[in-house]
């Protein structure tokens, strides 16, 4: 398959466009407008790759996401192109209105007049899966329950009522239309090439430099853990054999509280960087974010048993090899905390 990826240059996006060129024989046109957490330093191992090419544009633009499907003739599109940080949403929901709602609204349209212009072989055979997550759900009690693909949805932030916006216009063009799209949920991404203000970076690069480790409200918040390289694996099952018009919820089963996971990476950096005194006393509590989800937890059986998929990384091993890789990687994250972001609290003008 010719698969369109957008929002290649990001954390996901990366992540399927490296399994989809080193794992598969599929190939990839990404699509990325290169905003600030985009980073092509992410797809190195693959730029040569005579199956790869990428594009600079914008998913607001139809005319040449249009021009793009048609140059291309592409068997699959996959949507990861998004604003994705919380906090900076509470800061700016401007720009996820624009991205998520109406890129997805041109996105989903460029692609209904390429699949409608398709023949019919081509035109059954062709996917458009929607990547979204599951803090469109709202959150859970942390006592029980788990999100399925029938939980209602209920988001509690900027991001991720605009994600659920994106998700209900997919599946309107799919009842509307007939155009044939899947659509996935997914739990907490991590592992390499995460830019560093997402929580488990940050947390392991302040703790590598000594620098205070922040801790919203009391820790208490909970998330289900998912190894990014096991959700790439997840999203070709789901592009590749994925029924139209299903939804499958995707998570690693490693349910952790934001508190635990800074302990866990404190240790594991002592271990891999040691120092005079225990990473532990870096932790310091600040007020919490607005709206703060208090546990997201997925239930992956539809995944796990209609197409067989299952996550191959524990939390206890993804860590360990995300933390190794951010100490042997410097070069990467080097020039982002240099000039991108540098570890400042983001969502705190409006915390109260």
Known sequence: MKILVTGGAGFIGSAVCRHLINNTDHSVVNLDKLTYAANLSSLQEIASSNRYRFVKADICDR????????????DAIMHLAAESHVDRSIDGPGEFITTNINGTFELLEAARAYWMGLPAEKRDAFRFHHISTDEVYGDLPLDGGLFTEETPYEPSSPY?????????????????????VVMSNCSNNYGPYHFPEKLIPLMILNALHGEKLPVYGRGENVRDWLYVDDHARALEMIVTRGEPGRTYNVGGRNERSNLDVVHAICDTVDELAPSDTPRRDLITYVTDRPGHDLRYAIDATRLETELGWKAEETF??????????????????????????????LGAKNAG
Do not use: F
Not at 63 to 74: G, S, W
Not at 326 to 345: F, T, V
């Open 63 to 74: 005319q040449t996401v249009a021009d793009l499907l048609a140059e291309e003739q592409v």
């Open 160 to 180: 991720s009522a605009s994600k659920a916006a994106s998700d209900h216009l997919v599946m309107a063009w799919h009842r509307t239309y007939g155009l044939p």
């Open 316 to 345: 206890e091993t993804g860590l360990r090899k995300t933390a190794e890789w951010y100490l042997a990687n410097e070069a990467w994250w080097r020039p982002i905390r240099a000039q991108r972001y540098s570890g400042e609290r």
